[in-house]
């Protein structure tokens, strides 16, 4: 077992009271999960300040404090530490508490506002395929080789991240992809980490409830490069506006990807369409079964990656053409009679929404119309809602707004902030249904043979979040059994 010694290495530390002989059992950042001999680490959070519950964690058997204020009554027994950042703190003491699994395997982190998902797992399954044990942190599941644990999170708090990485390391795996979200940036989960490299895919406007303006939004994202070491690479898109500026300042490696200009990993788009995509790749000419321009960047960014790690360039894209996406991304059925193409994707920003519109518009023969579904969750940034609207209803040809998630929020109000962002000349193609289900059978009766009904915002999700409580509820399902019903 360790000391709080050993779990304090290179913690900058401002004051102790008490033993650091002390041995530790387990480690929290929350209250409620600490039992006898543990750890807590009190972090001041957007919601409720952990100082509060110190008292709380020493009563449930806590042997240790990390804090950023010193309580004024310190109990007998009890050894506290004083630091600058708890959040930090915590980021290093889960790595020293787990012997530092990252320093162990090769840990590759993407971060970007849309794609993350997709070249995580893209990369895993790549890598799986070229026969390493490999691990996976991402928003629809993590993974430790075949093993699937549940994700609460993109990317999880600094305990339960080390804790998973260790797992993995257990089982042999050499190479970890996880997604890095701004809000573990921001909030440290990834303090002490060790990346072998980080990917940009995009930057476009989402959390800015949580970040406050685009500015800031964009230097979280920069952070995570300015915070990676000179034996990583930093692998970024120059087709974003931002893609030089993330790495302005980091020490890495620098490499980038482009679809438009010169680039250490340069792609050319030839065919674009239902059955996949066929595109130049540094010269070579190659036909991947994933849809859409947007994921030719994806894919570029996992072979430029896979490249940096030392694989074969010809093996790396052998395996990658015959790769198809994660859950819930660009997704979709035909139906039996009417030959209906419904598109389940997790497009849950303007920009994601426009890419998959724009996307369904080359794919179109004809006059097939285009039927959206879409809605905007609850407790998260309101300004993406108008312009979804906006988006939908420039790029289909009927748009139904419904319900995503309202978590705590009245789900007829989000509704009436996203119609408040269709101009009056579009107001006839957008109808409002609140009940999502009602809202897809609705798409599907309006649609006619060969027509095409995009589902955007929940992708894999599984859930319907109403005030607290996650009703099942699956998109793909859902619209599967209404098509059958409807002998469509
Ligand atoms: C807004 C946000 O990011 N919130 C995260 C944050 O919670 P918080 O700051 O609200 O925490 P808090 O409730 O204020 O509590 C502060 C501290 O007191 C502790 N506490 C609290 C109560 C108690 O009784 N005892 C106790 O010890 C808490 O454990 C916490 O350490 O820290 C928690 C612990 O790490 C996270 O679980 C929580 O994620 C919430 C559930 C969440 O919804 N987060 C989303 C927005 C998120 O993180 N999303 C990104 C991805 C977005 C994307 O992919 O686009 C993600 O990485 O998942
Ligand atoms: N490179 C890309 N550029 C723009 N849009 C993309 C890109 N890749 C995927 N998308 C769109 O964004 C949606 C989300 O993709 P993905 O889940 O891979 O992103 P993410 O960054 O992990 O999102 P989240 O932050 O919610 O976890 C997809 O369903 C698709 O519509
Ligand atoms: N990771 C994103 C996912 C949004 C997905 C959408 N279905 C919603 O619930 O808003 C978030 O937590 O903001
Ligand atoms: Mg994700």
New binding site residues.
């Given amino acids: 077992m360790k000391t709080l010694r050993d779990i304090l290495y290179n913690v900058s530390i401002r004051e102790v009271h008490g033993s650091t002989d002390t041995t530790v059992k387990s480690l929290s950042i929350d209250s409620r999960a600490i039992g006898q001999g543990d750890a807590f680490i009190a972090i001041k959070g957007v919601h409720a300040d952990g100082h509060l519950f110190i008292e709380k964690a020493i009563t449930q058997g806590a042997a240790a404090i990390i804090c950023e204020e010193m309580p004024q009554n310190l109990a007998n027994g009890v050894t506290y530490v004083l630091v600058n950042s708890s959040a930090t703190a915590a980021g290093i003491i889960a790595g020293n508490f787990y012997d530092n699994p990252s320093h162990k395997l090769r840990l590759v982190g993407v971060t ?7 070249i995580a797992t893209l990369l895993f399954r790549l890598f799986s395929k070229l026969r390493y044990h490999c691990g996976l942190l991402s ?1 629809v599941q993590n993974q430790i080789g075949d093993k699937v644990v549940p994700a609460t999170h ?1 990317t999880p708090d600094a305990i339960h991240l080390n804790a998973l990485l260790a797992e993995m390391v257990d089982e042999g795996c050499e190479y970890v992809f996880m ?1 890095v ?1 701004s809000h573990a940036v921001h909030q440290q989960r990834i303090a002490g980490l060790k990346f072998a490299g980080g990917i940009f ?2 930057i476009t406007h989402d959390h800015l409830d949580y970040h406050k303006t685009f500015d800031e939004y964009i230097r979280v994202k920069k952070a995570f490069f300015d915070g990676l070491p000179q034996t990583a690479f930093a692998l970024t898109n120059l087709d974003d506006k931002r893609g030089n500026v993330m790495l302005q300042n980091t020490r890495a490696k620098k490499q980038s990807y482009s679809l438009k200009t010169v680039a250490d990993f340069k792609g050319k788009i030839l065919e674009n369409n239902l059955t996949g995509l066929v595109m130049t790749v540094n010269e070579k000419e190659v036909h991947f079964r994933l849809i859409g321009e ?2 030719a ?2 894919l570029l960014a996992v072979y430029g990656a896979a490249t940096l790690l030392g694989q074969d360039k010809d093996e790396v894209l052998q395996a990658l053409s015959d790769l198809s996406g ?1 859950e819930g ?2 997704d979709y059925i035909t139906s039996a009679n009417d030959r209906i193409i419904g598109i389940v ?4 920003t303007p ?2 929404l426009l ?2 519109l724009a996307t369904i518009k080359n794919l179109r023969k004809g006059n097939e119309q285009v039927i959206t579904v879409v809605g905007c969750g609850g407790d998260r940034d309101t300004a993406k809602r108008p312009v979804m609207a906006a988006v939908a209803t420039e790029h289909s040809d009927k748009v139904i707004l419904t319900s995503d998630n309202p978590r705590s929020e009245d789900p007829v109000a989000i509704i009436q902030q996203m119609e408040a962002g269709i101009p009056v000349h579009q107001k006839k193609k957008s109808l409002s249904i609140t009940d999502r289900k009602e809202a897809i059978k609705t798409a599907v009766s309006l649609a006619n043979p060969e027509d095409i009904i995009l589902i955007a915002g929940k ?1 894999h999700e599984k859930y319907q979040e109403v005030q607290g409580v996650k009703h099942p509820f699956d998109d793909k399902q859902v619209l599967r059994e209404i098509l059958e019903l409807m002998g469509k």
Avoid at 112 to 118: D, F, L, R, S
Avoid at 345 to 348: E, K, M, P, V, W
């Fill in positions: 970007g506002t849309n794609g993350k998902t997709t928003t993109t997604e979200s895919s995009n947007f994921n960047y994806n994660a991304r660009f994707d997790y497009a849950h920009d994601a890419n998959v992708g």
